[in-house]
């Protein structure tokens, strides 16, 4: 099973689960996360969603014996995101935490980076080596990564490929908390515990915000805070 998926009250939580290779990102594991997503989105006692690798790391960016079996690497990269599973998480309709360990490297950077919320372990380390490999990055990282880090720090990460721990990582903005290895668990679950207690219309309206405002002007960012706030408060006034 390339994905594990259990929900526990009201957080799913969605396991890259191919330990043996670092949750290399292949087609059975594309399908399977796909189907992951999907479950916990039609799901309406579900309201945040964790999403964490098995084994010694979250997730090593693309399983490159599948390249070869294609044409060439670009026709692998096609057919393992046809079901576009970063379009589904860049519009993922609930909190998404990634609970980071070991490496997350590649499409394992990208999809951290389409979380609400990256945890990392003290130990936990990033890169997006597709330019060393003819490629650029196709998970979203040219668009998330200079949105979280800048466009300096973007390029230099993309770029260079070089290594970020996580203490630089927090610094930039790749992950939002850093925790010691054996306190993932336990700071994963209490967020995702704390977001869930909230009214799924207030954080519906909190992330829209956040993520929609970007799209235009700080003044139509501000004209959107507003509706939505309005609409937010007559809401919890008809609930009274």
Known sequence: ?????????????????????????DVAMRDALDAALAAATDDPGVRVVVLRGAGR???????LREFGTAPSPLAARRARFAR??????????????????????????EMALLADFCVATADARFRLPEAGLGMIP?????????????????A??????RWVGAD?????????????????????GRLAA???????????????????????TLAHGLALESLLAATNAAR?????
């Open 168 to 188: 630089e990582a927090l610094t930039l903005g790749i992950a939002t908390r850093v925790v010691p290895p054996e306190a993932l668990a336990t700071e994963v």
């Open 236 to 240: 919890a006034l008809e609930a009274t």
């Open 1 to 25: 099973m390339a994905v594990r998926y259990d929900v526990e009250g009201q957080v799913a939580t969605i396991t890259l689960n191919r330990p043996e290779c670092l949750n290399a990102y």
């Open 84 to 109: 576009d599973v970063p379009g589904r998480l860049a519009r993922f309709p609930k909190p998404l935490v990634a609970a980071v360990h070991g490496d997350a490297v590649g499409g394992g950077l």
């Open 194 to 216: 704390a977001v869930a207690a909230l009214a799924p219309s207030l954080v519906a309206a909190a992330r829209r915000a956040i993520h929609d405002g970007l799209d235009g």
């Open 138 to 154: 196709g998970v979203g990282g040219t668009q998330t990564l200079p949105r979280a880090i800048g466009l300096g720090h973007a």
């Open 156 to 161: 230099d990460v993309a770029l260079s490929r």
């Open 57 to 63: 790391a979250f997730c090593s960016g693309g399983d």
